[in-house]
Protein backbone atom coordinates (compact mmCIF):
# COMPACT_ATOMS: atom_id res chain seq x y z
CA UNK A 1 0.00 0.00 0.00
CA UNK A 2 2.89 2.26 1.16
CA UNK A 3 4.51 1.69 -2.58
CA UNK A 4 0.97 2.69 -4.35
CA UNK A 5 0.38 5.49 -2.67
CA UNK A 6 4.30 6.55 -3.25
CA UNK A 7 3.36 5.46 -7.37
CA UNK A 8 0.27 8.05 -6.78
CA UNK A 9 2.15 10.66 -5.41
CA UNK A 10 4.32 10.67 -7.78
CA UNK A 11 2.44 10.99 -10.80
CA UNK A 12 0.58 13.68 -9.33
CA UNK A 13 4.03 15.55 -9.23
CA UNK A 14 4.89 14.64 -12.76
CA UNK A 15 1.01 15.76 -14.12
CA UNK A 16 1.58 19.69 -12.07
CA UNK A 17 5.24 19.71 -13.31
CA UNK A 18 3.91 19.38 -16.98
CA UNK A 19 0.77 21.27 -16.36
CA UNK A 20 3.30 23.99 -14.98
CA UNK A 21 5.67 23.63 -17.77
CA UNK A 22 2.65 23.82 -20.43
CA UNK A 23 1.66 27.17 -18.50
CA UNK A 24 5.16 28.68 -18.88
CA UNK A 25 5.61 27.47 -22.64
CA UNK A 26 2.23 29.06 -23.14
CA UNK A 27 3.49 32.27 -21.69
CA UNK A 28 6.44 32.75 -23.57
CA UNK A 29 4.55 31.71 -26.54
CA UNK A 30 2.29 34.84 -25.57
CA UNK A 31 5.30 37.00 -24.45
CA UNK A 32 7.12 36.08 -27.94
CA UNK A 33 3.92 37.00 -30.08
CA UNK A 34 3.71 40.13 -31.71
CA UNK A 35 2.52 42.61 -29.18
CA UNK A 36 -0.90 43.79 -31.72
CA UNK A 37 -1.84 39.85 -30.38
CA UNK A 38 -1.81 40.55 -27.02
CA UNK A 39 -4.64 41.71 -24.53
CA UNK A 40 -8.34 41.54 -25.36
CA UNK A 41 -8.45 43.05 -28.50
CA UNK A 42 -5.51 40.90 -29.17
CA UNK A 43 -7.43 37.73 -28.60
CA UNK A 44 -9.97 39.19 -30.84
CA UNK A 45 -8.25 40.17 -33.53
CA UNK A 46 -6.49 36.38 -33.38
CA UNK A 47 -10.56 35.11 -33.64
CA UNK A 48 -11.33 37.46 -36.49
CA UNK A 49 -8.17 36.04 -38.76
CA UNK A 50 -9.07 32.52 -37.28
CA UNK A 51 -12.36 32.81 -38.66
CA UNK A 52 -11.67 34.84 -42.07
CA UNK A 53 -8.91 31.78 -42.92
CA UNK A 54 -11.55 29.00 -42.40
CA UNK A 55 -14.05 31.77 -44.55
CA UNK A 56 -11.75 32.50 -47.07
CA UNK A 57 -12.28 29.41 -49.45
CA UNK A 58 -15.53 30.13 -49.24
CA UNK A 59 -14.94 33.83 -50.38
CA UNK A 60 -12.98 32.40 -53.04
CA UNK A 61 -15.43 30.67 -54.65
CA UNK A 62 -18.05 33.20 -54.36
CA UNK A 63 -16.11 35.43 -56.26
CA UNK A 64 -14.59 33.96 -58.63
CA UNK A 65 -17.86 31.71 -59.54
CA UNK A 66 -20.35 34.52 -58.65
CA UNK A 67 -19.22 37.89 -58.34
CA UNK A 68 -17.05 38.01 -61.02
CA UNK A 69 -19.21 36.67 -63.66
CA UNK A 70 -21.06 39.42 -62.40
CA UNK A 71 -18.68 42.04 -62.86
CA UNK A 72 -17.40 40.65 -65.80
CA UNK A 73 -20.66 40.93 -67.27
CA UNK A 74 -20.79 44.78 -66.42
CA UNK A 75 -18.03 45.18 -68.04
CA UNK A 76 -19.45 43.57 -70.96
CA UNK A 77 -22.10 45.20 -71.14
CA UNK A 78 -20.29 48.67 -71.58
CA UNK A 79 -18.84 46.88 -75.00
CA UNK A 80 -20.46 46.64 -78.89
CA UNK A 81 -19.68 44.80 -81.75
CA UNK A 82 -21.30 41.73 -83.23
CA UNK A 83 -19.43 38.67 -82.29
CA UNK A 84 -17.23 40.05 -80.32
CA UNK A 85 -16.29 39.81 -76.83
CA UNK A 86 -13.88 42.05 -76.51
CA UNK A 87 -15.65 45.05 -78.50
CA UNK A 88 -15.12 48.60 -78.11
CA UNK A 89 -16.41 50.74 -75.19
CA UNK A 90 -19.62 52.17 -75.81
CA UNK A 91 -20.01 53.50 -72.54
CA UNK A 92 -24.26 53.19 -71.96
CA UNK A 93 -24.87 52.62 -75.47
CA UNK A 94 -26.41 49.13 -74.52
CA UNK A 95 -28.60 50.02 -72.11
CA UNK A 96 -29.92 53.31 -74.36
CA UNK A 97 -30.18 50.91 -77.15
CA UNK A 98 -32.95 48.73 -74.99
CA UNK A 99 -34.88 51.52 -72.06
CA UNK A 100 -33.84 54.65 -74.45
CA UNK A 101 -33.03 57.68 -71.73
CA UNK A 102 -34.34 55.61 -68.98
CA UNK A 103 -30.97 54.60 -67.94
CA UNK A 104 -29.58 57.83 -66.93
CA UNK A 105 -32.62 57.69 -64.72
CA UNK A 106 -31.71 54.24 -63.27
CA UNK A 107 -28.26 54.89 -62.78
CA UNK A 108 -28.77 58.44 -61.18
CA UNK A 109 -30.95 56.68 -58.68
CA UNK A 110 -28.48 53.74 -57.99
CA UNK A 111 -26.28 56.10 -57.37
CA UNK A 112 -28.63 58.31 -54.99
CA UNK A 113 -28.82 54.62 -53.11
CA UNK A 114 -25.60 53.77 -52.86
CA UNK A 115 -24.71 57.17 -51.37
CA UNK A 116 -27.52 57.04 -48.65
CA UNK A 117 -26.79 53.40 -47.69
CA UNK A 118 -22.99 54.66 -47.21
CA UNK A 119 -24.76 57.71 -44.88
CA UNK A 120 -27.10 55.02 -43.39
CA UNK A 121 -24.03 53.27 -42.56
CA UNK A 122 -21.87 55.60 -40.89
CA UNK A 123 -24.80 57.32 -39.23
CA UNK A 124 -25.23 53.77 -37.56
CA UNK A 125 -21.93 53.47 -36.65
CA UNK A 126 -21.37 56.90 -34.77
CA UNK A 127 -24.93 56.65 -32.92
CA UNK A 128 -23.49 53.71 -31.48
CA UNK A 129 -20.28 55.13 -30.66
CA UNK A 130 -21.83 57.67 -28.94
CA UNK A 131 -24.14 55.43 -27.17
CA UNK A 132 -21.73 52.96 -26.20
CA UNK A 133 -18.95 55.87 -25.45
CA UNK A 134 -16.34 54.00 -27.31
CA UNK A 135 -13.77 55.72 -30.36
CA UNK A 136 -15.23 54.65 -33.69
CA UNK A 137 -13.59 57.41 -35.87
CA UNK A 138 -10.31 56.04 -35.49
CA UNK A 139 -11.20 53.17 -37.99
CA UNK A 140 -12.57 55.76 -40.76
CA UNK A 141 -9.21 56.65 -42.48
CA UNK A 142 -7.73 52.81 -42.76
CA UNK A 143 -11.06 51.68 -43.83
CA UNK A 144 -11.19 54.18 -46.38
CA UNK A 145 -7.61 53.53 -47.54
CA UNK A 146 -8.57 49.52 -47.64
CA UNK A 147 -11.78 50.30 -49.76
CA UNK A 148 -9.56 52.59 -52.11
CA UNK A 149 -7.38 48.88 -52.59
CA UNK A 150 -10.35 47.51 -52.91
CA UNK A 151 -12.02 49.35 -55.88
CA UNK A 152 -8.41 49.58 -57.54
CA UNK A 153 -8.12 45.86 -57.37
CA UNK A 154 -10.93 45.54 -59.37
CA UNK A 155 -9.61 48.74 -61.75
CA UNK A 156 -6.61 45.87 -62.10
CA UNK A 157 -8.71 42.87 -62.64
CA UNK A 158 -10.62 45.15 -65.43
CA UNK A 159 -7.18 46.34 -66.84
CA UNK A 160 -5.74 42.87 -67.62
CA UNK A 161 -9.09 40.70 -68.39
CA UNK A 162 -8.99 42.75 -72.35
CA UNK A 163 -5.65 42.10 -72.65
CA UNK A 164 -5.98 38.22 -71.59
CA UNK A 165 -8.81 37.75 -73.86
CA UNK A 166 -6.87 39.17 -76.89
CA UNK A 167 -4.29 36.53 -76.72
CA UNK A 168 -6.45 33.78 -79.17
CA UNK A 169 -6.42 36.56 -81.59
CA UNK A 170 -2.97 37.26 -81.31
CA UNK A 171 -2.15 33.52 -81.83
CA UNK A 172 -3.86 33.65 -85.51
CA UNK A 173 -0.83 33.07 -88.08
CA UNK A 174 1.88 31.79 -85.47
CA UNK A 175 2.14 28.66 -84.46
CA UNK A 176 -0.49 28.09 -82.39
CA UNK A 177 1.58 26.16 -79.74
CA UNK A 178 1.43 26.35 -75.82
CA UNK A 179 5.01 27.71 -75.66
CA UNK A 180 3.35 30.62 -77.86
CA UNK A 181 0.40 30.91 -75.28
CA UNK A 182 2.62 31.23 -72.55
CA UNK A 183 4.48 33.53 -73.54
CA UNK A 184 1.66 35.78 -74.89
CA UNK A 185 -0.13 35.60 -71.15
CA UNK A 186 3.79 35.85 -69.49
CA UNK A 187 4.39 39.38 -72.03
CA UNK A 188 0.48 40.81 -71.20
CA UNK A 189 1.09 40.44 -67.36
CA UNK A 190 3.90 42.44 -67.57
CA UNK A 191 2.68 45.14 -69.45
CA UNK A 192 3.68 48.55 -67.89
CA UNK A 193 -0.18 49.28 -67.11
CA UNK A 194 -1.23 46.34 -66.05
CA UNK A 195 1.94 46.13 -63.51
CA UNK A 196 1.38 49.67 -62.58
CA UNK A 197 -2.93 49.05 -61.83
CA UNK A 198 -1.97 45.58 -59.47
CA UNK A 199 1.01 47.54 -57.25
CA UNK A 200 -0.73 50.59 -56.83
CA UNK A 201 -3.77 48.67 -55.58
CA UNK A 202 -1.58 46.03 -53.54
CA UNK A 203 0.13 48.91 -51.69
CA UNK A 204 -3.09 50.63 -50.60
CA UNK A 205 -5.04 47.32 -49.75
CA UNK A 206 -1.30 46.43 -47.50
CA UNK A 207 -1.13 50.33 -46.01
CA UNK A 208 -5.09 49.81 -45.15
CA UNK A 209 -4.63 46.50 -43.23
CA UNK A 210 -1.40 47.19 -41.37
CA UNK A 211 -3.23 50.69 -40.67
CA UNK A 212 -6.36 49.18 -39.28
CA UNK A 213 -3.65 46.77 -37.66
CA UNK A 214 -2.09 49.70 -35.59
CA UNK A 215 -5.63 51.08 -34.86
CA UNK A 216 -6.57 47.98 -33.22
CA UNK A 217 -2.95 47.53 -31.27
CA UNK A 218 -3.60 51.22 -29.93
CA UNK A 219 -6.63 50.42 -28.18
CA UNK A 220 -6.38 49.79 -24.39
CA UNK A 221 -6.10 46.28 -23.56
CA UNK A 222 -9.29 46.47 -21.02
CA UNK A 223 -11.31 48.28 -23.91
CA UNK A 224 -14.45 46.73 -24.92
CA UNK A 225 -14.26 49.03 -28.40
CA UNK A 226 -15.94 47.18 -30.94
CA UNK A 227 -14.03 46.97 -34.66
CA UNK A 228 -15.90 49.61 -36.82
CA UNK A 229 -13.87 48.32 -39.74
CA UNK A 230 -16.18 46.59 -41.29
CA UNK A 231 -19.25 49.13 -41.64
CA UNK A 232 -17.09 51.83 -42.65
CA UNK A 233 -15.00 49.96 -45.45
CA UNK A 234 -18.88 48.72 -47.39
CA UNK A 235 -19.46 52.62 -46.50
CA UNK A 236 -16.21 53.64 -48.70
CA UNK A 237 -17.15 50.85 -51.23
CA UNK A 238 -20.34 52.07 -51.65
CA UNK A 239 -19.78 56.08 -51.96
CA UNK A 240 -16.94 54.88 -54.70
CA UNK A 241 -18.91 52.72 -56.65
CA UNK A 242 -21.57 55.86 -56.63
CA UNK A 243 -19.39 58.30 -57.45
CA UNK A 244 -17.95 56.18 -60.28
CA UNK A 245 -21.48 55.55 -61.69
CA UNK A 246 -22.52 59.63 -61.07
CA UNK A 247 -19.30 60.29 -63.26
CA UNK A 248 -19.80 57.91 -65.95
CA UNK A 249 -23.15 59.12 -66.00
CA UNK A 250 -22.49 62.60 -66.33
CA UNK A 251 -20.16 61.92 -69.20
CA UNK A 252 -22.58 60.04 -71.16
CA UNK A 253 -25.34 62.80 -70.93
CA UNK A 254 -22.80 65.13 -72.03
CA UNK A 255 -21.78 63.23 -75.18
CA UNK A 256 -25.22 62.73 -75.90
CA UNK A 257 -25.83 66.40 -75.91
CA UNK A 258 -22.52 67.09 -78.12
CA UNK A 259 -23.92 64.31 -80.80
CA UNK A 260 -27.07 65.57 -81.03
CA UNK A 261 -25.94 68.73 -81.20
CA UNK A 262 -23.24 67.46 -84.28
CA UNK A 263 -26.28 66.34 -85.53
CA UNK A 264 -28.95 69.56 -85.47
CA UNK A 265 -31.46 67.96 -83.06
CA UNK A 266 -32.19 68.40 -79.38
CA UNK A 267 -32.71 66.48 -76.59
CA UNK A 268 -34.54 66.69 -73.59
CA UNK A 269 -32.62 64.25 -71.09
CA UNK A 270 -31.98 66.39 -68.02
CA UNK A 271 -35.94 67.57 -68.71
CA UNK A 272 -37.08 64.24 -68.27
CA UNK A 273 -34.68 63.08 -65.68
CA UNK A 274 -35.77 65.86 -63.74
CA UNK A 275 -39.63 65.72 -64.44
CA UNK A 276 -39.63 61.29 -63.73
CA UNK A 277 -37.60 61.71 -60.67
CA UNK A 278 -39.69 64.41 -59.06
CA UNK A 279 -42.97 61.99 -60.04
CA UNK A 280 -40.67 59.15 -57.75
CA UNK A 281 -40.25 61.17 -54.89
CA UNK A 282 -43.99 62.62 -54.77
CA UNK A 283 -45.07 58.91 -55.05
CA UNK A 284 -42.10 57.92 -51.98
CA UNK A 285 -43.51 60.97 -50.25
CA UNK A 286 -47.98 60.17 -50.60
CA UNK A 287 -46.49 56.42 -49.76
CA UNK A 288 -45.04 57.81 -46.61
CA UNK A 289 -47.82 60.00 -45.49
CA UNK A 290 -50.39 57.18 -46.67
CA UNK A 291 -48.53 54.55 -43.59
CA UNK A 292 -48.81 57.56 -41.51
CA UNK A 293 -51.98 58.04 -41.18
CA UNK A 294 -53.15 54.92 -39.64
CA UNK A 295 -50.93 55.70 -36.91
CA UNK A 296 -52.69 59.22 -36.64
CA UNK A 297 -54.29 59.44 -32.74
CA UNK A 298 -57.42 62.08 -34.27
CA UNK A 299 -59.72 61.57 -37.62
CA UNK A 300 -58.37 64.99 -38.71
CA UNK A 301 -55.22 64.08 -38.52
CA UNK A 302 -55.97 60.65 -40.50
CA UNK A 303 -58.13 62.61 -43.10
CA UNK A 304 -55.91 65.24 -43.85
CA UNK A 305 -53.17 62.61 -44.49
CA UNK A 306 -54.74 60.41 -46.56
CA UNK A 307 -55.95 63.32 -48.61
CA UNK A 308 -52.32 64.86 -49.11
CA UNK A 309 -50.90 61.20 -49.92
CA UNK A 310 -53.87 61.19 -52.97
CA UNK A 311 -53.26 64.71 -54.21
CA UNK A 312 -49.37 63.61 -54.32
CA UNK A 313 -50.34 60.58 -55.86
CA UNK A 314 -52.25 62.60 -58.64
CA UNK A 315 -49.39 65.20 -59.00
CA UNK A 316 -46.78 62.45 -59.51
CA UNK A 317 -48.93 60.72 -61.84
CA UNK A 318 -48.95 63.82 -64.19
CA UNK A 319 -44.89 63.80 -63.67
CA UNK A 320 -44.31 60.16 -64.63
CA UNK A 321 -46.90 60.75 -67.83
CA UNK A 322 -43.39 61.47 -69.36
CA UNK A 323 -42.22 57.85 -68.68
CA UNK A 324 -44.45 56.33 -71.20
CA UNK A 325 -42.89 58.51 -73.95
CA UNK A 326 -39.21 57.40 -72.78
CA UNK A 327 -40.41 53.81 -72.88
CA UNK A 328 -41.05 53.40 -76.14
CA UNK A 329 -38.19 54.89 -77.45
CA UNK A 330 -36.59 51.86 -75.95
CA UNK A 331 -36.32 48.09 -77.50
CA UNK A 332 -39.63 46.88 -78.39
CA UNK A 333 -38.41 43.19 -77.86
CA UNK A 334 -36.90 44.11 -74.44
CA UNK A 335 -40.21 45.59 -73.14
CA UNK A 336 -42.49 43.00 -74.49
CA UNK A 337 -40.25 40.21 -72.75
CA UNK A 338 -40.80 42.30 -69.55
CA UNK A 339 -44.97 42.45 -70.22
CA UNK A 340 -45.13 38.48 -70.76
CA UNK A 341 -42.72 38.24 -67.53
CA UNK A 342 -44.75 40.40 -65.49
CA UNK A 343 -48.10 38.06 -67.28
CA UNK A 344 -46.14 35.05 -66.35
CA UNK A 345 -45.48 36.00 -62.42
CA UNK A 346 -49.01 37.66 -61.87
CA UNK A 347 -50.21 34.33 -63.44
CA UNK A 348 -48.38 31.59 -61.51
CA UNK A 349 -47.59 32.67 -58.07
CA UNK A 350 -50.61 33.18 -56.59
CA UNK A 351 -52.03 30.39 -58.40
CA UNK A 352 -49.67 27.99 -57.30
CA UNK A 353 -49.12 29.36 -53.68
CA UNK A 354 -53.09 28.96 -53.33
CA UNK A 355 -53.37 25.61 -54.29
CA UNK A 356 -50.31 24.50 -52.55
CA UNK A 357 -51.74 25.64 -49.27
CA UNK A 358 -54.71 23.94 -49.32
CA UNK A 359 -53.19 20.35 -50.59
CA UNK A 360 -51.17 21.41 -47.97
CA UNK A 361 -53.90 21.21 -45.18
CA UNK A 362 -55.40 18.11 -46.74
CA UNK A 363 -52.28 16.64 -46.41
CA UNK A 364 -51.38 17.31 -43.00
CA UNK A 365 -54.84 15.49 -41.84
CA UNK A 366 -54.75 11.93 -40.39
CA UNK A 367 -55.51 10.38 -44.38
CA UNK A 368 -54.75 7.07 -45.47
CA UNK A 369 -52.04 7.68 -48.72
CA UNK A 370 -50.41 10.30 -46.69
CA UNK A 371 -47.56 9.73 -47.69
CA UNK A 372 -47.96 8.46 -51.26
CA UNK A 373 -49.91 11.73 -52.16
CA UNK A 374 -46.77 13.68 -50.72
CA UNK A 375 -44.62 12.40 -53.31
CA UNK A 376 -47.00 12.31 -56.08
CA UNK A 377 -47.56 15.65 -55.47
CA UNK A 378 -43.70 16.38 -55.54
CA UNK A 379 -42.95 14.24 -58.52
CA UNK A 380 -42.92 17.09 -61.45
CA UNK A 381 -40.83 19.41 -59.78
CA UNK A 382 -38.13 16.08 -59.39
CA UNK A 383 -39.10 15.21 -63.06
CA UNK A 384 -36.35 16.79 -65.78
CA UNK A 385 -37.84 20.08 -66.81
CA UNK A 386 -37.03 19.31 -70.77
CA UNK A 387 -38.57 15.96 -70.60
CA UNK A 388 -41.86 17.07 -68.54
CA UNK A 389 -42.35 20.78 -71.53
CA UNK A 390 -41.80 18.20 -74.35
CA UNK A 391 -44.73 15.91 -73.01
CA UNK A 392 -46.86 19.01 -72.71
CA UNK A 393 -45.84 20.22 -76.24
CA UNK A 394 -47.57 17.53 -77.28
CA UNK A 395 -50.88 17.58 -74.88
CA UNK A 396 -51.28 21.77 -75.75
CA UNK A 397 -50.44 21.01 -79.11
CA UNK A 398 -52.64 23.26 -82.18
CA UNK A 399 -53.74 20.04 -84.39
CA UNK A 400 -57.25 18.87 -84.18
CA UNK A 401 -56.46 16.00 -83.32
CA UNK A 402 -54.20 16.77 -80.10
CA UNK A 403 -55.37 15.59 -76.85
CA UNK A 404 -56.55 18.60 -75.08
CA UNK A 405 -58.39 19.44 -78.70
CA UNK A 406 -59.58 16.07 -78.90
CA UNK A 407 -61.02 16.71 -75.17
CA UNK A 408 -62.68 19.63 -76.26
CA UNK A 409 -64.15 18.40 -78.89
CA UNK A 410 -66.14 15.77 -76.91
CA UNK A 411 -67.83 18.88 -75.33
CA UNK A 412 -68.61 20.36 -78.89
CA UNK A 413 -65.86 23.15 -78.50
CA UNK A 414 -64.17 24.45 -81.60
CA UNK A 415 -60.13 23.45 -81.55
CA UNK A 416 -57.44 25.93 -80.49
CA UNK A 417 -54.16 26.91 -81.11
CA UNK A 418 -53.15 26.65 -77.20
CA UNK A 419 -48.84 27.14 -78.10
CA UNK A 420 -49.75 29.10 -81.37
CA UNK A 421 -52.02 31.46 -80.51
CA UNK A 422 -50.66 35.28 -80.06
CA UNK A 423 -54.06 36.89 -78.89
CA UNK A 424 -54.64 37.66 -75.34
CA UNK A 425 -56.90 36.10 -73.15
CA UNK A 426 -59.35 38.73 -72.48
CA UNK A 427 -59.57 39.81 -76.67
CA UNK A 428 -60.52 35.93 -77.24
CA UNK A 429 -63.08 36.01 -74.23
CA UNK A 430 -64.48 39.24 -75.48
CA UNK A 431 -64.41 37.89 -79.14
CA UNK A 432 -61.84 40.62 -80.20
CA UNK A 433 -64.71 43.18 -80.65
CA UNK A 434 -62.79 46.25 -78.39
CA UNK A 435 -59.39 47.05 -79.00
CA UNK A 436 -57.75 46.63 -75.41
CA UNK A 437 -54.64 46.56 -76.56
CA UNK A 438 -51.53 44.46 -75.66
CA UNK A 439 -51.60 45.11 -72.01
CA UNK A 440 -55.39 45.07 -71.16
CA UNK A 441 -55.61 42.14 -73.66
CA UNK A 442 -54.18 39.94 -71.21
CA UNK A 443 -51.39 37.01 -71.50
CA UNK A 444 -51.32 35.33 -75.10
CA UNK A 445 -53.03 31.95 -74.90
CA UNK A 446 -50.38 30.48 -75.51
CA UNK A 447 -48.55 31.95 -72.53
CA UNK A 448 -51.16 30.94 -70.21
CA UNK A 449 -50.15 26.96 -71.42
CA UNK A 450 -46.88 27.82 -70.40
CA UNK A 451 -48.25 28.97 -66.74
CA UNK A 452 -50.26 26.11 -66.63
CA UNK A 453 -47.10 24.47 -67.05
CA UNK A 454 -45.59 26.32 -64.47
CA UNK A 455 -47.97 26.32 -61.81
CA UNK A 456 -48.41 22.15 -62.23
CA UNK A 457 -44.71 21.93 -61.74
CA UNK A 458 -44.00 23.87 -58.76
CA UNK A 459 -47.46 23.73 -56.46
CA UNK A 460 -45.83 20.15 -55.53
CA UNK A 461 -42.78 21.64 -54.43
CA UNK A 462 -44.69 25.04 -52.38
CA UNK A 463 -47.03 22.08 -51.08
CA UNK A 464 -43.98 19.77 -49.26
CA UNK A 465 -42.59 23.23 -48.07
CA UNK A 466 -45.92 24.37 -46.70
CA UNK A 467 -46.33 21.03 -44.64
CA UNK A 468 -42.66 21.58 -43.09
CA UNK A 469 -44.50 24.91 -42.09
CA UNK A 470 -47.33 23.39 -40.54
CA UNK A 471 -45.27 20.57 -38.60
CA UNK A 472 -43.55 23.69 -36.40
CA UNK A 473 -47.03 24.79 -35.18
CA UNK A 474 -46.90 23.56 -31.68
CA UNK A 475 -50.99 21.79 -31.02
CA UNK A 476 -51.03 23.20 -27.96
CA UNK A 477 -52.21 26.81 -29.78
CA UNK A 478 -54.87 24.82 -31.39
CA UNK A 479 -56.07 23.34 -28.50
CA UNK A 480 -56.61 26.66 -26.63
CA UNK A 481 -58.06 28.31 -29.79
CA UNK A 482 -60.46 25.49 -29.55
CA UNK A 483 -61.44 25.67 -25.91
CA UNK A 484 -62.05 29.69 -26.51
CA UNK A 485 -64.56 28.28 -29.47
CA UNK A 486 -63.07 29.14 -32.41
CA UNK A 487 -64.09 27.53 -35.42
CA UNK A 488 -61.61 25.90 -38.23
CA UNK A 489 -62.21 28.66 -40.11
CA UNK A 490 -60.79 30.96 -36.68
CA UNK A 491 -58.27 28.64 -36.11
CA UNK A 492 -57.08 29.20 -40.02
CA UNK A 493 -56.81 32.82 -40.08
CA UNK A 494 -55.16 33.80 -36.82
CA UNK A 495 -53.47 31.21 -35.72
CA UNK A 496 -52.47 28.83 -39.06
CA UNK A 497 -52.03 32.08 -41.37
CA UNK A 498 -49.97 34.21 -38.75
CA UNK A 499 -47.50 31.16 -37.89
CA UNK A 500 -47.25 30.11 -41.44
CA UNK A 501 -46.55 33.85 -42.38
CA UNK A 502 -42.62 33.04 -43.14
CA UNK A 503 -43.02 30.18 -44.69
CA UNK A 504 -45.80 32.37 -47.13
CA UNK A 505 -42.48 35.22 -47.46
CA UNK A 506 -39.83 32.66 -48.38
CA UNK A 507 -42.10 31.08 -50.55
CA UNK A 508 -42.95 34.12 -52.73
CA UNK A 509 -39.75 35.72 -53.00
CA UNK A 510 -38.57 32.06 -54.12
CA UNK A 511 -41.21 31.67 -57.00
CA UNK A 512 -40.91 35.64 -58.23
CA UNK A 513 -37.48 35.25 -58.25
CA UNK A 514 -38.01 32.17 -60.28
CA UNK A 515 -40.52 33.25 -62.53
CA UNK A 516 -38.56 35.74 -63.24
CA UNK A 517 -35.16 34.00 -64.40
CA UNK A 518 -37.60 30.92 -65.76
CA UNK A 519 -36.08 29.49 -68.94
CA UNK A 520 -36.18 25.83 -69.37
CA UNK A 521 -39.45 25.22 -69.97
CA UNK A 522 -40.49 28.04 -71.67
CA UNK A 523 -37.85 27.79 -74.30
CA UNK A 524 -38.83 24.37 -75.07
CA UNK A 525 -42.66 25.21 -75.28
CA UNK A 526 -42.65 28.33 -77.46
CA UNK A 527 -43.49 28.67 -80.81
CA UNK A 528 -43.01 31.11 -84.19
CA UNK A 529 -46.18 31.10 -84.61
CA UNK A 530 -47.27 33.02 -81.36
CA UNK A 531 -45.14 35.67 -82.69
CA UNK A 532 -43.14 36.56 -79.69
CA UNK A 533 -46.02 36.22 -77.02
CA UNK A 534 -44.42 33.64 -74.51
CA UNK A 535 -40.52 35.49 -74.99
CA UNK A 536 -40.30 36.13 -71.43
CA UNK A 537 -37.36 38.59 -70.72
CA UNK A 538 -34.71 35.89 -70.20
CA UNK A 539 -35.83 34.43 -73.63
CA UNK A 540 -35.08 37.87 -74.68
CA UNK A 541 -31.58 37.84 -73.54
CA UNK A 542 -30.75 34.13 -74.93
CA UNK A 543 -31.62 35.38 -78.20
CA UNK A 544 -29.68 38.36 -78.31
CA UNK A 545 -26.54 36.25 -77.08
CA UNK A 546 -27.09 33.22 -79.11
CA UNK A 547 -28.96 34.32 -82.06
CA UNK A 548 -28.05 38.06 -83.06
CA UNK A 549 -23.98 37.11 -81.27
CA UNK A 550 -24.48 40.72 -79.46
CA UNK A 551 -22.73 39.77 -76.35
CA UNK A 552 -23.04 43.47 -74.94
CA UNK A 553 -26.28 43.83 -75.19
CA UNK A 554 -27.16 40.57 -73.85
CA UNK A 555 -24.99 41.20 -71.28
CA UNK A 556 -26.80 44.91 -70.60
CA UNK A 557 -30.30 43.41 -71.07
CA UNK A 558 -28.93 40.67 -67.82
CA UNK A 559 -27.82 43.71 -65.63
CA UNK A 560 -31.42 45.19 -66.30
CA UNK A 561 -33.53 42.38 -65.53
CA UNK A 562 -31.01 41.84 -62.37
CA UNK A 563 -31.82 45.43 -61.26
CA UNK A 564 -35.70 44.51 -61.91
CA UNK A 565 -35.28 41.61 -59.30
CA UNK A 566 -33.38 43.04 -56.89
CA UNK A 567 -35.45 46.01 -56.69
CA UNK A 568 -38.75 43.65 -56.22
CA UNK A 569 -36.81 41.77 -53.30
CA UNK A 570 -35.93 44.76 -51.51
CA UNK A 571 -40.01 45.83 -51.74
CA UNK A 572 -41.15 42.49 -50.71
CA UNK A 573 -38.43 42.59 -48.01
CA UNK A 574 -40.16 45.65 -46.63
CA UNK A 575 -43.42 44.63 -46.62
CA UNK A 576 -42.94 41.65 -45.26
CA UNK A 577 -40.81 42.74 -42.00
CA UNK A 578 -44.32 44.15 -41.14
CA UNK A 579 -46.19 41.53 -41.77
CA UNK A 580 -44.26 38.30 -41.49
CA UNK A 581 -44.54 36.94 -37.39
CA UNK A 582 -41.50 34.61 -36.55
CA UNK A 583 -43.17 33.54 -33.22
Not at 401 to 406: C, G, K, V
Amino acid sequence: MAVQNWENDLHVDSTASQHAAFRSDLQQQVRAAPSWFRGRQGRRLREMLLAYSFLAPAFLIIGLFGLFPLAFAAYESTLRGLNKIVGSYDGLGNYVKAVDNLIYILTFWIAIGLAYFAVTTIARAVREHRQENTNAMRWVLPAIVTATGAALFARFVFVLLPEMLLIPSKLRGQNNTQEAFRGLVVETWWLPKVQIALWVAIILLAGGAAWAMRVNRSVARDSRDPIYFVPFFSAGISLISGGALIWLTWNEINAAYAEALEEGVGLELWSQIVTISAGFLLLLLAWRLWESAGHRTSNTGMAVRLVSAVALMAGAWVLIAELPRVVSAGDEDWWNGLMATVFYVMGTVPIQLGLALILAALLFQKIRGQTLFRVLYFLPYVAPFVGTAAVFRIIFSNRPTAPLNSMLDLFGADPLLWLGEPSGIIEMITGGRIDLGPILSGPSLALVAIMIYGIWTYVGFDTVIFLAGLGAIPNELYEVADIDGAGGWAQFRHVTLPLLSPTIYFLSLYAVIGTFKAFNHIFVLRQAAALGTTDTASIVIFQAFKRDTRYGYASALAILLLLIIMVITLVNNRIASRRVFYG
